[in-house]
């Protein structure tokens, strides 16, 4: 399994601000994902960072407000941009496990708060 | 539109008993889906799966079971433990995962 460590565990942040969120991974690996839980709902994929090329982003996510950098394979941030309320969520990151099967192991995640 | 439904928020179960965790699923081609525990201030891990070539699972105390023409699945924990005080996430399998809302089981001494 991965172990997988999240920076910062939690922040609270003004509103139009932006705020880097980091995930480090102690193995190599090809995909890393970035999920989001709203309060009450489920976690949502916002977007799969492989290294050496540009995110791919689910429906209703863009790259200008989430943009995610992947310098290597064991590295990857998530960029809230220009942060609101509706953005007050937990973010984690996420690897995919055994090959064989779908298991993936997320990270602590990190709570944001916006006000 | 939600593919993955888990529609009771929590439960609330004795030590001892049996938990019973339901999810349910719109799409018949979903063929693989697994169930993640998650504590507070800590990622979801990862407990147990089920293919669709099969209609049980089990592991230890958990247990997923699948109706696949009813489009069901559930999970059962016997006996359950304190320690079992956790929201629990059915998901379809396939990247990407796709989760329910999750559903808080309390596990009362």
């Known amino acids: 399994s991965a172990v997988i460590s999240q920076k910062p565990s939690r922040d609270i942040c003004q509103r139009g601000t932006s705020l880097t969120i980091q995930c480090q991974v102690d193995s190599q690996v090809t995909m890393m994902f970035w999920y989001r839980q709203q309060p009450g709902q489920s976690l949502t994929l916002i977007a799969t960072a492989n290294q050496g090329s540009e995110a791919t982003y689910e429906s209703g996510f863009v790259i200008d407000k989430f943009p995610i950098s992947r310098p290597n394979l064991t590295f990857s941030t998530l960029t809230v941009s220009n942060m609101s309320p509706e953005d007050s969520s937990i973010y984690l990151c996420?690897?995919?496990?055994?090959?064989?099967?779908?298991?993936?192991?997320f990270g602590p995640g990190t709570r944001l708060t916006v006000t | 539109d939600q593919q993955v439904k888990q529609n009771s928020p929590s439960l609330s179960v004795q030590e001892g008993r049996i938990s019973i965790l339901n999810c349910d699923y719109t799409n018949s081609m979903f063929d693989y889906f697994l169930w993640y525990k998650k504590y507070p201030a800590e990622g979801p891990t990862f407990l147990i799966s089920?293919?669709?070539?099969?209609d049980k699972n089990e592991d230890g105390r958990f247990t997923v079971f699948l109706n696949k023409s009813a489009k069901h699945l559930s999970l059962h924990i016997v006996p359950s433990q304190p320690g079992d005080s956790a929201v629990y996430f059915c998901?379809?399998?396939?990247?990407?995962?796709?989760f329910g809302k999750g559903t808080r089981l309390s596990v009362i001494a």
């Open positions: 089920i293919s669709s070539i099969k």
């Open positions: 996420s690897v995919e496990g055994d090959s064989l099967s779908y298991e993936q192991y």
């Open positions: 998901g379809r399998g396939n990247t990407p995962l796709v």
